[in-house]
């Protein structure tokens, strides 16, 4: 008996994985359970067990390779010299969307799904049905794409993320207004710097573009001024050419690394986050004395029941929680584009889901706590506690670093006050958290010494104006100086 191995869906968002390493070798004996591979999502490094007993006959995708989710990556035999006929080649091209549903149904307990001889024709799908990946779906949310309209290039026919993306970048690089303006004002749009979504141009880059042209056209019609000192007049017609000036000598090279895996991943939604929100960030000092005595007391009381020490971060999580829930327009996220005529919705999430920035050796990552405001500070230590080792030794799962609703960093380790966070899309809003540091102050008229911190919230202005995201963060702020509002 022939068992195809294939590289599993191991989280919604996961589209495909790059095979770290076999830890079998072909030949050898294999027991079903067995840690047989290791594979790395653009989120984690994770194990794979062997889905049979029987022997590793064939690796058909070799460490280093990134292949799609459900790829057959080698097979397994039930004997060591059991052959490996034609029947298995066919199976192994089988398309993935049958696997797909074949794997769904014995998950789900019905009966297994033989799939179709090859050489009978199969019924196509069902009108208005589409396969698509978890990720080219978020991606058309996000961007306002109906799927119908774009062609799949994955296995049977599935629309994958690239497709998505293709689609985008075939779009009219201009919204119907934009180009109408610019007709009228005889303006060439090759010469417009867009930014909107996807880098089209909007009615606002057109306008900016014709009022820089009508502030650029009188100076140049203005006498030219006398040249500046050091500068020299144009050469006349016959001169010989001055000498090329001198170029600076290259630089040395130190080291090349390429772009992948999770610090590409980071680059891409640094830049996707820069380039789509409208961030503004405030800035507020809060006296965190009453939050470090809190801590302390917390972090003695506790110390028996949960084996470590509570941190700050814990406390954070839970009263930014509880300020998410009372301001709602804060646990939201924009679907759809907000172009002209393009559908755009704000929706307010039921869930709230706090994620946590971690520093790890393979990057910025970000586990979440779910439904954080129904969880004590009890529970939310030990989640966390358990995440940031999981994710620190690269065996977080991937849901365990999607769905949050808001996100937390925090870089008073680093002896950092106040910075500017970006938005970890598609939420609304980030909380930057600076260290805790003796200041003096004034209380009460009288001069004297207390723990502040500095918090720095941005927000996305398409979904928030400014007056209430600074309510939610004065809210933020007296949560920090009086937390026992927490049990209120």
């Known amino acids: 008996m022939i068992t195809e191995i294939i590289l599993p869906v191991l989280g919604e968002t996961m589209n495909e994985g790059a095979l770290v390493e076999w830890l079998k070798q072909e030949g050898e004996p294999v027991q079903r359970g067995e840690v047989l591979f290791t594979v790395e999502s653009d989120k984690a490094t994770l194990e794979v067990e062997a889905p049979a007993s029987?022997?590793?006959?064939?690796?058909?995708?070799?460490?280093?390779?990134?292949?799609?989710?459900?790829?057959?990556?080698?097979?397994?035999?039930?004997?060591?010299?059991?052959?490996?006929?034609?029947?298995?080649?066919?199976?192994?091209?089988?398309?993935?969307?049958?696997?797909?549903?074949?794997?769904?149904?014995?998950?789900?307990?019905?009966?297994?799904?033989?799939?179709?001889?090859?050489?009978?024709?199969?019924?196509?799908?069902?009108?208005?049905?589409?396969?698509?990946?978890?990720?080219?779906?978020?991606?058309?949310?996000?961007?306002?794409?109906?799927?119908?309209?774009?062609?799949?290039?994955?296995?049977?026919?599935?629309?994958?993320?690239?497709?998505?993306?293709a689609y985008l970048e075939a779009l009219p690089r201009w919204t119907p207004v934009a180009r109408r303006l610019a007709e009228q004002a005889g303006l060439d749009l090759a010469r417009v710097a867009a930014s909107g979504p996807g880098g089209r141009i909007t009615k606002e880059d057109v306008e900016r573009a014709i009022a820089s042209a009508s502030a650029a056209a009188p100076a140049a019609t203005l006498p030219s001024a006398p040249l500046p000192p050091g500068s020299s007049a144009p050469l006349p017609p016959g001169s010989p050419a001055p000498p090329p000036p001198l170029s600076p000598a290259p630089l040395p090279e130190t080291a090349e690394f390429p772009l992948t895996g999770v610090r590409a991943v980071i680059a891409r939604r640094m830049a996707e986050s820069h380039q789509t929100t409208a961030p503004v960030t405030l800035t507020t000092e809060a006296d965190a004395t009453g939050l470090v005595h809190v801590r302390?007391?917390?972090?003695?009381?506790?110390?028996?029941?949960?084996?470590?020490?509570?941190?700050?971060?814990?406390?954070?999580?839970?009263?930014?929680?509880?300020?998410?829930?009372?301001?709602p327009y804060m646990n939201a996220r924009l679907e759809g584009?907000?172009?002209?005529?393009?559908?755009?919705?704000?929706?307010?999430?039921?869930?709230?889901?706090?994620?946590?920035?971690?520093?790890?050796?393979?990057?910025?990552?970000?586990?979440?706590?779910?439904?954080?405001?129904?969880?004590?500070?009890?529970?939310?230590?030990?989640?966390?506690?358990?995440?940031?080792?999981?994710?620190?030794?690269?065996?977080?799962?991937?849901?365990?670093?999607?769905?949050?609703?808001?996100?937390?960093?925090?870089?008073?380790?680093?002896?950092?006050?106040?910075?500017?966070?970006?938005?970890?899309?598609?939420?609304?809003?980030?909380?930057?958290?600076?260290?805790?540091?003796?200041?003096?102050?004034?209380v009460d008229g009288a001069l004297c010494i207390r723990q502040t911190m500095w918090l720095s919230l941005t927000f996305d202005h398409r979904l928030v104006d400014g007056a209430p995201a600074a309510r939610f963060l004065q809210r933020i702020k007296q949560l920090v100086e009086e937390p026992y509002l927490m049990l209120a």
Do not use: C, H
């Open 54 to 165: 029987g022997f590793l006959r064939e690796i058909r995708v070799p460490a280093g390779q990134t292949v799609p989710v459900l790829a057959v990556v080698g097979l397994i035999t039930s004997t060591a010299d059991e052959p490996i006929g034609e029947s298995a080649n066919q199976r192994i091209s089988e398309p993935a969307s049958q696997r797909v549903s074949a794997s769904a149904n014995r998950q789900a307990g019905g009966p297994e799904i033989v799939s179709p001889s090859p050489s009978l024709p199969l019924s196509p799908a069902p009108p208005g049905r589409l396969f698509a990946s978890p990720r080219a779906r978020k991606l058309a949310r996000e961007k306002g794409v109906d799927l119908v309209q774009v062609a799949g290039s994955g296995p049977d026919g599935r629309i994958v993320e690239r497709d998505v993306a």
């Open 296 to 327: 302390e007391r917390l972090k003695e009381s506790l110390a028996g029941e949960l084996g470590f020490n509570l941190g700050y971060n814990d406390l954070l999580i839970k009263l930014a929680a509880r300020a998410l829930r009372e301001f």
């Open 337 to 442: 584009s907000p172009e002209e005529g393009a559908g755009a919705v704000i929706r307010y999430l039921a869930q709230v889901n706090v994620a946590l920035a971690v520093d790890t050796e393979r990057g910025l990552l970000v586990p979440v706590v779910r439904e954080a405001d129904r969880k004590g500070l009890v529970e939310i230590a030990r989640e966390m506690r358990g995440l940031v080792e999981r994710v620190r030794s690269g065996k977080a799962l991937p849901d365990e670093l999607a769905g949050s609703t808001f996100t937390i960093t925090n870089l008073g380790v680093y002896e950092v006050d106040a910075f500017t966070p970006i938005i970890n899309l598609p939420e609304t809003a980030i909380l930057g958290v600076g260290r805790i540091k003796a200041r003096p102050a004034v």
